[in-house]
């Protein structure tokens, strides 16, 4: 079966950095888009950052562009989440995520996305 794990949350005073992983295993990696998204107490899940099959094209949500970065290894079935300049309005539970879209992108609705992790969570203190 497919599963997506996720590791590196943790807590971090604003402005520091942390680096989000994510293994996937069950699942033809190479053919699935790779995405982050987040979410807050009370707050509905978002998205955060995509990237496509290839990692040829990467989206960002404008909250989090300029200070993450996410990149994926297709021999290790692997995607990562940079995440710098950290502020309090970050702290959520980061989920990892796969879909299969039917062209080279990202969606970023999050009900379109196949397969979810267990999500990590990342607190920014101020």
């Known amino acids: 079966q497919v599963q997506l794990v996720e590791s590196g949350g943790g807590w971090v005073q604003t402005g520091g950095s942390l680096r989000l992983s994510c293994a996937a295993s069950g699942l033809t990696f190479g053919s699935y888009a790779m995405g982050w998204f987040r979410q807050a107490p009370g707050k509905e899940r978002e998205f955060v950052a995509g990237?496509?099959?290839?990692?040829?094209?990467?989206y960002y949500a404008d909250s989090v562009k300029g200070r993450f970065t996410i990149s994926r290894d297709n021999t290790k079935n692997t995607v990562n989440l940079q995440m710098n300049t950290l502020k309090p309005e970050d702290t959520a539970v980061y989920y990892c995520?796969?879909?299969?879209?039917?062209?080279?992108?990202?969606?970023?609705?999050?009900?379109?996305?196949?397969?979810w992790g267990q999500g990590t969570q990342v607190t920014v203190s101020s």
């Open positions: 995520a796969a879909d299969r879209p039917i062209a080279e992108s990202v969606r970023r609705t999050s009900r379109f996305w196949d397969y």
């Open positions: 990237i496509t099959r290839s990692g040829g094209g990467t």
